[in-house]
């Protein structure tokens, strides 16, 4: 394959280091030249990341945290998209998500404390108000993030423009965000809950997404980074949540509902046509659909 | 055409699961990242061992321990530099790729492969019984891809480091040479 020769049928793939994690993405066929297909999806990637890093001061939503309980502020596309998905899951579950736990989350050492006006740890998701023209207010001081639902939309992004460079079938995958697109039907492992070291075929997904959340990598003193944003306790000892979804900013966001209710998840899941499959600590695997 | 979103599980509802061991993928050959880093130069393997104050020193500098001594390096007709470096990940080893250009600024990264690590597996039987018959060394063949494996959160803080600890050996050692 030449540097600027289409793709053709070839599988070709490319990671980087974006968004804390690994991205890789392959590309399976194309029209164009997949240097240029992937160099333009790294860099969207890159720009979601830009608006929405939690850690960066200069990012948006860094902005937004610091700025927004203060006075309104218009907010760009992606943030906007997020914010919105957020907000509609956080009602439609009831605050199984919630996009404000990031107070807990710094309180609890998972995420260093940023650089913006201390946050109301009893504020929730109800104290955001959505404005016309993108524009955000906060009744009370609170710190958003948006973690992995932001990968997620990252990952649907990418794939949006790979899409438009004339790429047929492939894979993005934001460490543990996944989305298949094209021809492919695709086999997708996670990693054994019980030893994350290991890895199990889960489920075979054609144009759609997977995404896994797990307590095996973050814990700190000894709990875990995903909270239950209603009783503010530490969840997912050894189990880990893998939810299949058209999109993979659902995906995503699906599965800290799911590790909160799996039970109450139900219709959520139904409603955005999508799947979940809990593996808990002794290798035992209930789906949900 | 365009097919609607599908998803099939391949486990059956409340089977407990058997895990079978993890992946190796590889994204570049050296030789590519090579071409992709430093395109049209002809490169020049440098041999570079650390001395033990050599390692000592760029211990020092970079507040990252030497794990391997002897460097893979490369230089280019142009002064540009070459290298390529293994790193450990949370469960993986990561082996990637740097360019350097004449000043030993980062020109490129790459990543080239990275690699579950078998080390805790070891000790368990039913993982150690597929290895028989396979030959001291000999590599892995799985049909698994790291790119099908969701729930992968690797840190690239890893890679960060590294490339931290081979500017300080290009500093030191490599660019006086």
Known sequence: MGANGACGEVATQRVRPLLGTFVAIRIDACDGDPEASFAAAFARIEAVHRAMSFHDATSELARLNREAAASPMRVGADLWRVLCASLALARASDGGFDPTIAARLVHSGHLPRPDAPPPDLDATWRDIELLPHQSVHFHRPVWLDFGGIAKGHAVDRAVAVLRQHGVHSGVVNAGGDLRVFGAAQETVHVRDPRDPARSLPLLQVREGAVATSAGYFSTRHGRTALLDTRCHTTLGHGMSVSVCAPRALWADALTKVVLVDPDGARPLLQRLRAQAALIDSTGRVRTLS | ?177
């Open chain 2, 1 to 177: 055409m365009r097919r609607d979103f599908h998803v099939q599980w391949l486990l059956p509802a409340a089977t407990v699961l058997v895990a079978a061991p993890a992946m190796a993928t590889t994204y570049f050959t050296v030789e590519q990242a090579q071409q992709k880093l430093l395109p049209g130069q002809a490169l020049t393997p440098v041999a570079i061992t650390l001395t033990p104050a050599q390692a000592k020193a760029v211990q020092k500098a970079s507040g990252l321990r030497v794990r391997e001594p002897k460097l893979q390096v490369w230089r280019a007709a142009n002064g540009a530099w070459f290298y390529v470096d293994q790193v450990l990940g949370k469960h993986e080893m990561i082996t990637y790729a740097l360019a350097l250009d004449a000043s030993g600024a980062v020109a490129g990264l790459e990543i080239l492969d990275y690699r579950e690590t078998y080390g805790g597996e070891v000790r368990n039987p039913r993982w150690r019984a597929q290895f028989i018959g396979k030959k001291f060394g000999a590599p892995l063949k799985l049909d698994v891809d790291i790119v099908n494996l969701s729930g992968a959160t690797i840190s690239s803080a890893h890679v960060t480091e590294g490339v931290r600890r081979l500017l300080a050996t290009h500093q030191l050692v490599v660019a006086g040479t």
